[in-house]
Nanobody, 121 residues
């Protein structure tokens, strides 16, 4: 099993910055694709950013240029640096770990319990 614990959420003013952390434990390695998702009240969960074990990154258009995902494989930790925050960024942010085993078509998917980010003046 893989356990994911998010931290770093809080209340910030528009234009401010925040860095989220996701610490992975258990049977985890750099082969996992890591992602940050967010969900606002009454809305569906949406992808924020993805990073592969090799460091390839994909960002959602809504956060491109403002958010940066990164990972430290030695620490089994993934980060989300959030700059120029907007009220629309307010949501619960979730960490995700995904591993696809091609042989047998087996997929592993794990989620953290989320951390609240509130952007308000």
């Amino acid at each position: 099993q893989v356990q994911l614990v998010e931290s770093g959420g809080g209340l910030v003013q528009p234009g401010g910055s925040l860095r989220l952390s996701c610490a992975a434990s258990g049977i985890f390695n750099s082969a996992y694709k890591m992602g940050w998702y967010r969900q606002a009240p009454g809305k569906q969960r949406e992808l924020v950013a993805l990073i592969t074990g090799s460091g390839s990154i994909n960002d959602a258009d809504s956060v491109k240029g403002r958010f940066t995902i990164s990972r430290d494989n030695a620490k089994n930790t993934v980060y989300l640096q959030m700059n120029s925050l907007k009220p629309e960024d307010t949501a619960v942010y979730y960490c995700n770990a995904h591993l696809t085993v091609v042989v047998g078509r087996i997929e592993y998917d794990y989620w953290g319990r989320g951390t609240q980010v509130t952007v308000s003046s």
